[in-house]
């Protein structure tokens, strides 16, 4: 079955970095567009980047040119780079798949930006 597992998020200071990591299963990877996006409390989820099966990549205006989104095929893996963050980066971050009229989530990772 599908399966994506976020990992990466942690705690870390503004203007610092993380680098989240979505490794997905039981799907042809390659073929697929990735994205991830983001719940903060007591907000709705946001969409946050897209990456899609040719590589090319989109970003939700507030992260340009702070996130960057990239793939590995070779790992089934989607990543997001994360660097000067914000406090209002915080959230759970979560990766998506759409497989025909369905969407299958990863369960998130924490990202707390704080000093």
């Known amino acids: 079955q599908v399966q994506l597992v976020e990992s990466g998020g942690g705690l870390v200071q503004p203007g610092g970095s993380l680098r989240l990591s979505c490794a997905a299963s039981?799907?042809?990877?390659?073929?697929?567009?990735m994205h991830w996006y983001r719940q903060a409390p007591g907000k709705q989820r946001e969409w946050v980047a897209r990456?899609?099966?040719?590589?090319?990549?989109m970003y939700v205006n507030s992260v340009k040119g702070r996130f960057t989104i990239s793939r590995d095929n070779a790992k089934n893996t989607v990543y997001l780079q994360m660097d000067s963050l914000k406090p209002e980066d915080t959230a759970v971050y979560s990766c998506?798949?759409?497989?025909?009229?369905?969407?299958?989530w990863g369960q998130g990772t924490q990202v707390t930006i704080s000093s």
């Open positions: 039981g799907i042809a990877f390659s073929r697929h567009a």
């Open positions: 990456i899609t099966s040719g590589g090319s990549t």
């Open positions: 998506k798949v759409i497989l025909g009229l369905s969407d299958y």
